[in-house]
Structure formats: structure tokens, C-alpha cells
């Protein structure tokens, strides 16, 4: 069984920083694909950046490059995902995705194995 546990989440001002983590148990951390998905109140989850198994390929969604950085730490079986430049817009619950199998770089929201419980992000204006 893999659990996929985020953390790092809370309330910061526009302009401020946040780094998220996940942190992975289960089978192998290190070959899977790792992303982050955010879900704003009222909207749909949409996908943030990607990163693969070895860390050398990122994918970021356009509103977040150059703001954002996700990076992995296949020794502590955890990703993370710095966040700066924070705008009100970033509000959201942003969870932690895995895929085990990569068909296409880069992966969707349907080819995501597991799934984290997501942790808040509050961006105040």
C-alpha cells in the first residue's frame, strides 16, 4: 500500500513563500513520477508541475513558472514543492500525486496511481 502525506501547508501573505512536502511510504519512491495537483474553492483540481523518477525532467503549469519549484529527495522518499512569490490566486488545497508508470510526459490527472489527502494553502491579499 502506498500513502502519499503532504504537509507544509498554511496561511501567508501574498508575496510571501511556502514549500510543501510529501512524503511517500510504500514500494519503490523512487521510481514513480511525482506531481502536484491544486484545487481552488468552487473550481476544479488542476495540475501545478511534475517531476520524474530521477528529478532531471520538470513540468510546470504556465501561471506557476518561475514562481514555483518542485524537486525530490529520492533518499527520504519525499518530494517537495517551493512556492514563491505567492499571489491570492494560489489559494487552494494542493495535493501530492504519483504515477508508477510513465506512457506520456507529461502524465495526467487519469494516469495518477495514488493520491495525497492534500494539505490548505491560503494566500492572503
Known amino acids: 500500500q502506498v500513502q502519499l502525506v503532504e504537509s507544509g501547508g498554511g496561511l501567508v501573505q501574498a508575496g510571501g513563500s511556502l514549500r510543501l512536502s510529501c512524503a511517500v511510504s510504500?514500494?519503490?519512491?523512487?521510481?514513480?513520477?511525482m506531481g502536484w495537483f491544486r484545487q481552488a474553492p468552487g473550481k476544479e483540481r488542476e495540475f501545478v508541475a511534475w517531476i520524474n523518477w530521477s528529478g532531471g525532467s520538470t513540468y510546470y503549469e504556465d501561471s506557476v513558472k518561475g514562481r514555483f519549484t518542485t524537486s525530490r529527495d529520492n533518499a527520504k522518499n519525499t518530494v517537495f514543492l517551493q512556492m514563491n512569490s505567492l499571489k491570492p490566486e494560489d489559494t487552494g488545497v494542493y495535493y501530492c500525486?504519483?504515477?508508477?508508470?510513465?506512457?506520456?510526459?507529461?502524465?495526467?490527472?487519469?494516469?495518477?496511481?495514488?493520491w495525497g489527502k492534500g494539505t490548505l494553502v491560503t494566500v492572503s491579499s
Open positions: 510504500g514500494r519503490t519512491f523512487s521510481v514513480y513520477a
Open positions: 500525486a504519483a504515477v508508477q508508470y510513465v506512457r506520456r510526459w507529461p502524465p495526467t490527472s487519469t494516469d495518477t496511481d495514488y
